[in-house]
């Protein structure tokens, strides 16, 4: 089946740093990736849809200056967190879709990522 | 994308069906639902999805009311493994696009021996 990679699977960083979060379709093309965010106990939250070749869309409320989004190739998307503080502290993941596939076939996860910033 | 409402939690003995229902009232006809679980530290599993038809997979099965105002996950056979936060998400899928999931609370299911 489809399988989606993220890396790395947790990182811990200083604050004021920022941190680079990659999110790889490994067995098939995605021209468009979502990034979510998870807090403790929370339900995830988009954060903003990644288009291949083409800026990302952020949803309402979501600094993009701060999380930088790159979707340079049909196999890869990044997600940078810029200047990260505290409050970022979170489980980020990412999702896609096969480009071939039918429009209303689901969409695969990632494993997602843990940020702990210190 | 329409709401849904899921109970907070439930509880399953092992070896027994699981049924967790979904609320999705304000539901149009051209809007799916789609089955996620997330089991704790990872990210969301697929499960199964469908339009109006009762669906089947080696997973689960789906079973949607006919006038689609709500649904039922079945886990036929629940296990330990099974125990999960699932979700039940109503999506519009426009010819074309990759439309985004939004996630509501879901459904904690603790499966116990």
């Known amino acids: 089946g489809a399988v989606v990679s993220q890396h790395p699977s947790w990182v811990i960083c200083k604050s004021g740093t920022s941190v680079k979060i990659e999110c790889r379709s490994l067995?098939?093309?995605?021209?468009?990736m979502f990034w979510y965010r998870q807090f403790p106990k929370q339900s995830l939250m988009l954060m903003a849809t990644s288009n291949e070749g083409s800026k990302a869309t952020y949803e309402q409320g979501v600094e993009k200056d701060k999380f930088l989004i790159n979707h340079a190739s049909l196999t890869l998307s990044t997600l940078t967190v810029t200047s990260a503080h505290p409050e970022d502290s979170s489980f980020y993941i990412c999702?896609?879709?096969?480009?071939?596939?039918?429009?209303?076939?689901?969409?695969?996860f990632g494993n997602g990522t843990r940020l702990t910033v210190t | 994308d329409a709401k849904t409402t899921q109970p907070t939690s439930m509880d399953c003995a092992e070896g027994r069906a699981a049924n967790l229902p979904c609320n999705h009232s304000t539901i149009s006809g051209n809007e799916y639902v789609y089955w996620y679980r997330q089991i704790h530290s990872q990210g969301p599993q697929y499960i199964i999805h469908?339009?109006?038809n009762n669906e089947t997979n080696e997973m689960a099965s789906l079973i949607i009311t006919e006038d689609r105002k709500s649904s039922t996950l079945i886990l036929p056979h629940a296990t330990l493994r099974d125990t999960a936060v699932y979700y039940c998400?109503?999506?519009?899928?426009?010819?074309?696009?990759?439309?985004?999931?939004?996630f509501g609370t879901g459904t904690r299911l603790q499966v116990t021996l």
């Open positions: 469908g339009l109006k």
């Open positions: 067995d098939f093309q995605a021209t468009t």
């Open positions: 998400i109503v999506r519009l899928s426009p010819t074309g696009t990759a439309s985004k999931l939004t």
């Open positions: 999702s896609a879709r096969d480009r071939r596939s039918s429009y209303n076939s689901p969409l695969h």
